[in-house]
């Protein structure tokens, strides 16, 4: 992640994507963990849910979004965003906005 973004977990990043890009290393996280059930949704092809990242949610309380997976998130997750521009290109970034 950008060095000192706070991000604001308005979970813009998770729902403007075009789809999970995954490496080697991602799957091996997931199978060291025990996570196949990840695996199994990966798999299947539905990692999308309105148009949204699968593994997002919304707090019910808090009402900010939080990942499911967070711990486990996929690399491609782990770096977002690299700069600034890319995250306001890629999905209007609140924290670069606010920031
Ligand atoms: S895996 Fe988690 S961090 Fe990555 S896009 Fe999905 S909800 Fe967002
Ligand atoms: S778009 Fe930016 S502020 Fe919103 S959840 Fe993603 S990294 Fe955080």
Not at 49 to 77: A, M, Q
Request: aromatic share 10%.
């Amino acid at each position: 992640m950008l060095c000192g973004l706070k991000c604001e977990r308005c979970g813009n990043c998770c729902s403007a994507f075009p789809g999970l890009s995954l490496i080697r290393e991602d799957y091996k996280r997931w199978q060291d963990a025990d996570r196949w059930d990840i695996i199994d949704i990966i798999q299947s092809g539905k990692t999308k849910n309105e148009n949204k990242c699968i593994f997002l949610r919304k707090g019910i309380i808090d009402d900010i979004y939080y990942c499911t997976i967070y711990d486990l998130r996929p690399k491609i997750c782990r770096n977002f965003p690299e700069t600034k521009e890319k995250a306001m290109r890629h999905c209007d970034c609140q924290g670069v906005k606010n920031g």
